[in-house]
């Protein structure tokens, strides 16, 4: 149980051009949902937090006019590179979580991430 | 504020023996700890988790973690190490009300024939 999905695994796509990634959680209701970013050989840094049917908060320095995030269903939320340019090729995870789960409300469970190359 | 610093970003054991992987945190308030694992191509999984009961956390796979408040650690341990333990490890500290995960740089292992 609790798995999360994310796609495409890998994109490539040319500078300017937009792309959109997708999390999906295939056996629980997400009630939230966080989009990561992981630099090479870094860790992860929380990027925005969204709640279903409501407006997504970003992390300070993360433009929200550039990732756009929308999480219109308790299943999936999406993030969306707009005018994506090489400086933004990452590789990017979504988890989800769920205070539905009894025994560890808070526990947020990881997508295998997306793999992000801009040219 | 929330911080998690992992002290060694490689280590390198023999099959078979010992794994330490170091975590320090910084936490205003009483924190709560994980560990995740990350294979490649692979989302991160849940190791264990401290949450303010048992300070000796035991999790899958054979590994435990201890929660020492007066030295700010949460060191990774498990006795004996397999091949299959190859990967990534990132220490997490939670935000306040669980709200949001701050990682440590992560450790990558590598476990030797």
């Known amino acids: 149980g609790a798995v999360v999905s994310q796609h495409p695994s890998r994109v490539i796509c040319k500078s300017g051009t937009s792309v959109k990634i997708e999390c999906r959680s295939l056996d629980f209701q997400a009630t939230t949902m966080f989009w990561y970013r992981q630099f090479p050989k870094k860790s992860l840094m929380l990027m925005a937090t969204?709640?279903?049917?409501?407006?997504?908060?970003?992390e300070q320095g993360v433009e929200k006019d550039k990732f756009l995030i929308n999480h219109a269903s308790l299943t999936l939320s999406t993030l969306t590179v707009t005018s994506a340019h090489p400086e933004d090729s990452s590789f990017y995870i979504c988890s989800a979580r769920t205070i539905r789960d009894r025994t560890f409300p808070y526990e947020q469970y990881f997508g295998p991430g997306t793999r992000l190359t801009v040219t | 504020a929330q911080s998690v610093t992992q002290l060694d970003s490689h280590v390198s054991v023999s099959e078979g023996t010992p794994v330490l992987l170091r975590c320090n945190y910084s936490?205003?308030?009483?924190?709560?700890l994980f560990w995740y694992v990350q294979h490649p191509n692979k989302g991160l999984q849940l190791l264990l988790k401290y949450t303010s009961a048992a300070t000796l956390v035991k999790g899958i796979n054979g590994f435990e973690a201890e929660f020492k408040k007066s030295e700010t650690s949460f060191h990774l341990t498990k006795p004996s190490a397999h091949m299959s333990d190859a990967a990534e490890y990132f220490c997490v500290v939670s935000g306040y009300n669980f709200n949001k995960f701050y990682f440590g740089s992560g450790t990558k292992l590598n476990v030797k024939p």
């Open positions: 969204s709640n279903e049917g409501s407006k997504a908060t970003y």
């Open positions: 936490s205003s308030y009483s924190p709560s």
